[in-house]
């Protein structure tokens, strides 16, 4: 049998883990990353069943954007690895929807699946450089990937004594927002 373990502090990939992280991911960032925070709690087309999010309402959360200041001297700094992988977690959501919510809407006002839209095609420097900054510590590319952000380090325990059973995980960062998601 091939014992070899790979580990890159984050994931541990064995028979005890599989291929989730070595623990649970943080659920949220702490100073000095709280406007961050902020913006990607309050990002999702729905934040609950009745209160709609930043991505509800066409150019809102571009503008939203442009008041996050650019943390890329706190970044550069952070040594937590867990705290990098979370902004990378943060930031490539944002980026990501940053991206894509001019063809959502798009979508959303014509209801044509054979046409999105245009996407954006540029980043501003307050999302772009300290994205490229975690990206480099954590040895990936500065885009939405599955492991890091997307699914295996974006979960969170509803009841922090419980499994890991679908029925008590939810998401830390969201686009939509809806139960499926």
């Given at each position: ?68 200041p650019n943390l890329v ?66 040895h990936v590319f500065p ?17 922090p004594a419980g499994g ?18």
């Amino acid at each position: 049998m091939y014992a070899k373990k790979y580990s890159d502090g984050v994931f541990d990939v064995s028979g005890e883990h599989g291929f989730l992280p070595c623990k649970d991911p943080p659920q949220r960032l702490g100073s000095p990353y709280e406007a961050l925070q902020e913006l990607v709690d309050k990002m999702p087309v729905w934040l609950d069943e009745k209160t709609q999010g930043y991505l509800a309402e066409p150019d809102l959360f571009p503008r939203k954007v442009a008041e996050l200041p650019n943390l890329v001297e706190h970044v550069e700094k952070e040594e937590d690895i867990w705290t990098v992988q979370a902004l990378y977690r943060a930031y490539t959501f944002v980026q990501s929807a940053l991206l894509l919510e001019s063809a959502f809407h798009e979508y959303r006002k014509t209801h044509n699946t054979n046409r999105y839209g245009t996407a954006r095609s540029r980043v501003p420097r307050n999302v772009a450089q300290p994205l490229c900054v975690v990206a480099a510590k954590l040895h990936v590319f500065p885009f939405l990937d599955y492991h890091y952000a997307y699914a295996a380090c974006n979960y969170r325990r509803k009841d922090p004594a419980g499994g890991l059973e679908w029925q008590n995980l939810d998401l830390c960062c969201k686009f939509a927002g809806t139960k499926d998601e």
